[in-house]
T-cell receptor, first 113, second 113 residues
Framework: RKEVEQDPGPFNVPEGATVAFNCTYS??????FFWYRQDCRKEPKLLMSVYSSGNEDGRFTAQLNRASQYISLLIRDSKLSDSATYLCVVRDAGGTSYGKLTFGQGTILTVHP | SAVISQKPSRDICQRGTSLTIQCQVDSQVTMMFWYRQQPGQSLTLIATANQGSEATYESGFVIDKFPISRPNLTFSTLTVSNMSPEDSSIYLCSVYRGGTEAFFGQGTRLTVV
């Protein structure tokens, strides 16, 4: 079983659509959770951190369920510029693996006119 | 935000040769991370490099194949040794800023022929 698993995708949605990505992680000791965005041929960049209470940043809403070891990202009113690969990322708690990030395989989103 | 200058941005190398990738950070950081992103896949951590100590390698990666230098708190190199076509990937360095957000270099796109 992969440490971080995401929806296989790809997702092809029209502008204005709402799309949701899911992610599960296997290490119950994981400490921090993130969604990163990677544009084609570019490096990943942080989209948002994910908190247990849930958090929102404009059209983006992230949720974390520690009991189920489940993370989600909701994008409302999709824009063409949202087209990218979305990476679910988990950070270990500490010890010898302090700071280690584990990436999901990524979900490709294409928003079309 | 952290500024990481990574070079070369791309290279085409003959099998059996070695390539050294450099990352320069605009400020001092304790840990630097090296990742590999194989075609169509997500990022996999190769090793963690602390200044003044040997790098810590993840399962499946060894020092003889991927020697790392960390001569000071702003600079690191990763060498891909005795290359084969299977080493064709994007290699990225990464640092943390603000304790939680990971920043990445622009990546080195390596093709081994």
């Amino acid at each position: 079983r992969k440490e971080v698993e995401q929806d296989p995708g790809p997702f092809n949605v029209p502008e204005g659509a709402t799309v949701a990505f899911n992610c599960t992680y296997s290490n119950s000791a994981s400490q921090s959770f993130f969604w990163y965005r990677q544009d084609c041929r570019k490096e990943p960049k942080l989209l948002m951190s994910v908190y247990s209470s849930g958090n929102e940043d404009g059209r983006f809403t992230a949720q974390l369920n520690r009991a189920s070891q489940y993370i989600s990202l909701l994008i409302r009113d999709s824009k063409l510029s949202d087209s990218a690969t979305y990476l679910c990322v988990v950070r270990d708690a500490g010890g010898t693996s302090y700071g280690k990030l584990t990436f999901g395989q990524g979900t490709i989103l294409t928003v079309h006119p | 935000s952290a500024v990481i200058s990574q070079k070369p941005s791309r290279d085409i190398c003959q099998r059996g040769t070695s390539l050294t990738i450099q990352c320069q950070v605009d400020s001092q950081v304790t840990m630097m991370f090296w990742y590999r992103q194989q075609p169509g896949q997500s990022l996999t951590l190769i090793a963690t490099a602390n200044q003044g100590s040997e790098a810590t390698y993840e399962s499946g990666f060894v020092i003889d194949k991927f020697p790392i230098s960390r001569p000071n708190l702003t600079f690191s190199t990763l060498t891909v040794s005795n290359m084969s076509p299977e080493d064709s990937s994007i290699y990225l360095c990464s640092v943390y800023r603000g304790g939680t957000e990971a920043f990445f270099g622009q990546g080195t796109r390596l093709t081994v022929v």
